[in-house]
């Protein structure tokens, strides 16, 4: 394993443009995001935790934030979003008596004093702030002691078809890059959080073309943000060559498949407590355990 994570900077302003363009259409075809975000969630049923003060972080159109508002009535809840077009569809979740707060700002400089939230959730928004390190030490700052910050994010698996499929046609980066499990959480420890724990699982969605893949794609925002990336998609004969190439993949049901990696992690502010509950269904890995570990 690498002493340092992998460096895969992205361009926050492309990032910002991106999720502004998709605002509109994100939740119509946000179905995985939304399937991470309830099973994200659900690891909180067990947590005896009486919030006053909830940060949903990278709230995207409020998908978890509406979760937040409902499960923790008396908390004050701020939904943060790189992207003001999406906080505008957060901030319409909940009644009307009953809202988060809006703040529109970059996780990695976070306008909120030091241990300003008992419970941070984050899900699917890390994969955009590589490396990691700048937005775990803002997560470290922000978090109060005895608190806790809970994530899901995307691994390097996520997309490996469409990325082995261009692959085959050019040598561009078509695909984002994605930090594994070992690595966030070796990140982690760097910015001074206790044996956080990580896990990971693999969902897997189905279309009947590629096209279809590449549509929700777009309506998402979550296209290629590298920075130093190529414009466009090479041409109508790379984007037929990496449709055909995508074909040889093995169909189900007569349906093309679309991997995702999805790593969870969560960590407790201060010295960890051994009464502390395990989440349901999570495979323990204290990060201790990773360290000197070859990756995939």
């Not at 169909?251 to 502390?276: F, M, Q």
Request: aromatic share 6%; proline share 4%; glycine share 8%.
């Amino acid at each position: 394993m690498s002493e340092q994570t992998p460096h895969f900077e992205l361009d926050r302003h492309a990032i910002r443009a991106h999720f502004e363009r998709a605002a509109g259409t994100y939740d119509g075809a946000a179905v995985l995001q939304a399937e991470v975000a309830r099973r994200l969630l659900e690891r909180l049923d067990i947590v005896k935790l009486s919030p006053c003060r909830v940060l949903d972080l990278g709230a995207g159109t409020g998908l978890a934030t509406a979760d937040l508002l409902v499960r923790y009535p008396k908390a004050t809840v701020i939904a943060l979003d790189l992207a003001l077009g999406m906080l505008r569809q957060a901030g319409r979740r909940g009644r009307w008596r009953r809202r988060a707060s809006l703040v529109a700002a970059d996780a990695v400089a976070m306008p909120f004093s030091n241990a300003a939230f008992d419970l941070i959730c984050s899900s699917l928004m890390l994969q955009w702030c590589q490396p990691p390190d700048a937005v775990l030490r803002e997560l470290a700052r922000v978090v109060a002691p005895e608190g806790l910050v809970m994530f899901a994010t995307l691994g390097p698996d996520t997309l490996r078809e469409l990325r082995d499929s261009w692959a085959r046609v050019d040598d561009r980066q078509h695909v984002g890059m994605f930090v594994d499990m070992h690595d966030i959480g070796d990140a982690m420890l760097r910015a001074g959080f206790k044996d956080p724990v990580v896990d990971v699982e693999t969902i897997t969605l189905t279309y009947e073309s590629v096209p279809g893949l590449l549509r929700d794609l777009k309506a998402l925002g979550a296209t290629n943000a590298a920075s130093g990336r190529a414009s466009g998609l090479g041409g109508r004969g790379a984007l037929a060559g990496m449709i055909r190439a995508y074909e040889t993949h093995r169909r189900e049901d007569g349906l093309l498949p679309a991997t995702y990696e999805v790593i969870y992690g969560h960590a407790w502010a201060g010295e960890v407590r051994s009464s502390r509950a395990s989440f349901p269904g999570e495979t323990h890995i204290p990060v201790s355990q990773l360290l000197g570990r070859s990756r995939r």
